[in-house]
């Protein structure tokens, strides 16, 4: 996310994209025990923290990690 860190913005076609991967259970390599929900819940948390609410979509300010 360090688009949306530096340039303040983040593109409909990522947020799609993401939106996906928050249940993906895929490793992100192979014999790895982090999967792809994983990085995409963090991503999620860097929009929250660097993007103004009114800049996200619903899901993502609704979005918890529990």
């Not at 530096?6 to 996906?20: I, K, P, S």
């Amino acid at each position: 996310m360090h688009t949306a860190r530096l340039h303040g913005r983040v593109d409909a076609v990522t947020l799609e994209l993401l939106h996906g991967l928050l249940h993906d259970r895929t490793p992100i390599s192979a014999g790895s025990r982090y999967e792809l929900w994983g990085t995409a819940n963090q991503t999620v948390g860097d929009l929250k923290t660097f993007l103004p609410s009114e800049q996200l979509p619903a899901w993502v300010n609704a979005f918890t990690d529990s």
